[in-house]
Protein backbone atom coordinates (compact mmCIF):
# COMPACT_ATOMS: atom_id res chain seq x y z
CA UNK A 1 0.00 0.00 0.00
CA UNK A 2 1.14 3.32 -0.94
CA UNK A 3 3.39 2.03 -3.59
CA UNK A 4 2.38 2.40 -7.43
CA UNK A 5 4.06 2.28 -11.08
CA UNK A 6 2.39 4.49 -13.96
CA UNK A 7 3.06 4.47 -17.07
CA UNK A 8 1.43 7.35 -19.24
CA UNK A 9 2.34 9.56 -22.19
CA UNK A 10 2.16 12.92 -22.56
CA UNK A 11 1.15 14.78 -25.44
CA UNK A 12 3.09 18.48 -24.96
CA UNK A 13 1.09 20.04 -27.52
CA UNK A 14 -2.35 19.79 -25.98
CA UNK A 15 -1.32 18.73 -22.17
CA UNK A 16 -3.31 15.88 -22.42
CA UNK A 17 -2.07 12.46 -20.81
CA UNK A 18 -2.85 9.12 -21.71
CA UNK A 19 -2.16 6.56 -18.50
CA UNK A 20 -0.90 3.17 -20.54
CA UNK A 21 -0.79 0.49 -17.08
CA UNK A 22 -0.68 1.11 -13.24
CA UNK A 23 0.83 -1.26 -11.27
CA UNK A 24 0.72 -1.56 -7.61
CA UNK A 25 3.88 -4.33 -7.46
CA UNK A 26 6.79 -2.16 -8.17
CA UNK A 27 9.95 -3.67 -10.37
CA UNK A 28 12.26 -4.01 -7.57
CA UNK A 29 14.23 -6.85 -9.07
CA UNK A 30 17.39 -4.40 -10.82
CA UNK A 31 19.32 -1.53 -9.04
CA UNK A 32 18.41 0.09 -11.91
CA UNK A 33 15.03 0.04 -11.53
CA UNK A 34 12.80 3.20 -11.65
CA UNK A 35 11.86 3.48 -8.03
CA UNK A 36 15.42 3.17 -6.68
CA UNK A 37 16.49 5.65 -9.26
CA UNK A 38 14.03 8.33 -7.72
CA UNK A 39 15.24 7.32 -3.70
CA UNK A 40 18.60 8.22 -4.74
CA UNK A 41 17.11 11.36 -6.29
CA UNK A 42 16.28 12.60 -2.91
CA UNK A 43 17.31 14.73 -0.82
CA UNK A 44 19.19 13.14 1.38
CA UNK A 45 19.73 10.28 -1.03
CA UNK A 46 17.93 6.45 0.01
CA UNK A 47 19.90 3.65 -1.06
CA UNK A 48 17.77 0.53 -2.36
CA UNK A 49 18.68 -1.00 0.96
CA UNK A 50 17.40 1.76 2.79
CA UNK A 51 14.42 2.16 0.67
CA UNK A 52 13.50 -1.62 0.88
CA UNK A 53 14.18 -1.29 4.40
CA UNK A 54 11.84 1.54 5.34
CA UNK A 55 9.37 0.73 3.04
CA UNK A 56 8.94 -3.39 4.86
CA UNK A 57 8.87 -0.86 8.10
CA UNK A 58 5.94 1.31 7.03
CA UNK A 59 4.12 -2.33 6.20
CA UNK A 60 4.72 -3.63 9.65
CA UNK A 61 3.76 -0.18 11.30
CA UNK A 62 0.63 -0.27 9.35
CA UNK A 63 -0.65 -3.87 9.75
CA UNK A 64 0.30 -3.53 13.40
CA UNK A 65 -1.09 -0.63 14.76
Known amino acids: EGFA???AYANID????IVVSV??????????AP???Q???ENPPIDPEGL???ALSLALV???R
Open 62 to 64: RRY
Open 35 to 37: VFE
Open 52 to 54: CVK
Open 39 to 41: ALA
Open 5 to 7: SID
Open 14 to 17: TGEI
Open 23 to 32: DTVLDMTSPN
